[in-house]
Each structure stands twice: as C-alpha cells, then as structure tokens.
C-alpha cells in the first residue's frame, strides 16, 4: 500500500512536470494527434502514461504527455498541442490492477525512438492525425530475461470516426480551432493521414 502511494506521488509529480512545460494558447498552427492501444496480452491492465517523442525538427523537449482514456476494451491516447514534425509513440505505462487495487509492479512497454513505423505520424500542415490502433501481446522469455512484447494491429479494434467522436467531447470545451478540425475530420474533410 505504501508502495502503491509512492507510485501516485510521483506519477503526479510526473504531471506537473509534464504540465510546466510550455502552455499551448493559440491553436492554430497545432494539430490533434490520436491513438489506440489494447494492452489485454501483456502483464498491465490499466494504461497510466503514453509518451510520443518527436524526431524532427529536434527540440529541447520532444517529448509529449497526452491524455490517456479508457475506450472500448483499450485506451485512447491523444493532445491536441502537437506542432508540425515527425513524432513517434515512445512507450507506454500502466501497472496490473484488479478494481481499485493494483500491483506493486509497473509496467512500462518502450516502442523505441527510431525503426519501424509503429505510431509514427508526420504533421506536414494543422490537422488530424492517427497514431494507429495497436495490441500488445506478450512474448516468451526465459526465466531470468528482460520481458519482451509484441505490436501487432488488432481486428476488432474502434473505428478512427469512434475515437475522434471521443475525442470532439474534450476538445468541445477547449478550443474552437481543434473542435472544427475533428469535425472536419469527421466529415471527411481531412484526407487519411
């Protein structure tokens, strides 16, 4: 239970380090950036953080601290403050819970700064822009090595329209730029990106 405390504490001061960074107020030069991940084959349960680093143009702080939600049978991740460059998802964290209960453990799935093309975007022009929709699946290892997992693209997965219809319920109240461009997006507007 101290553990589990500790852990709190510092994911909160995680967050307000996250938020001392610089505060977005003009929009419209900024793009929506969204995500699905479903994390019912590895060892966590419960999403706390997905962090998304940007590769190019290099900057003093890369790394980006979205939003994580609970959404069909996974979690959405999105921001509605990323610039124009080329980001990729970075990794995830999340600790296996039962109700309100959680494991002493966290989990934290590290996708890699550079590779593949797993949850990498590049944001040309303001827009929306899809992560993709990923599950993570446990691989075997042996007793005393590092856990591994794998990304693959799940088949019953939401539907790009179902997330960005969540994601409009935040971005309603917040800004008038980014609620136009999810709608548009909705409409068909934006091309697939």
């Known amino acids: 239970m101290i553990r ?3 852990i709190a504490l510092c994911l909160a001061a995680l967050a307000g380090c996250a938020s001392t960074g610089e505060q977005v107020k003009d929009f419209s030069d900024r793009s929506v950036g969204y995500g699905w991940l479903d994390l019912s084959g590895v060892g966590a349960n419960r999403l706390h953080s997905v962090i ?4 190019r143009p290099q900057t003093d702080q890369p790394y980006f601290h ?3 939600k609970k ?6 991740f999105y921001s509605f403050a990323f ?6 998802t970075y990794s995830a964290t999340g600790q296996q819970c039962i109700t309100l209960v959680c494991s002493n453990t966290t989990f934290t799935y590290n996708f890699g700064k550079q590779g ?13 822009y899809h992560f993709g929709a990923y599950q993570l699946d446990k691989v075997k290892t042996g007793w005393f090595e590092q856990g591994k ?5 799940p088949e019953d997965g939401p539907t790009q329209q179902a997330m960005l219809q969540e994601i409009l319920k935040d971005a309603e109240g917040m800004d008038p730029i ?3 461009r999810i709608q548009d997006a909705l409409a068909g507007s934006y091309a697939a990106r």
């Not at 998304?52 to 590769?55: A, D, E, I, T």
């Not at 959404?71 to 959405?76: A, D, M, N, R, V």
Request: glycine letters at 14%.
């Open 71 to 76: 959404f069909e049978g996974g979690y959405l």
């Open 4 to 6: 589990q405390i500790g």
């Open 116 to 128: 593949d093309e797993v949850g990498a975007v590049k944001i040309e022009q303001p827009g929306v």
């Open 66 to 68: 979205v939003k994580v």
């Open 52 to 55: 998304v680093y940007q590769l």
């Open 149 to 153: 997992f794998d990304v693959t693209v």
């Open 178 to 180: 980014i609620a136009a």
């Open 83 to 88: 610039p124009a460059g080329a980001f990729k």
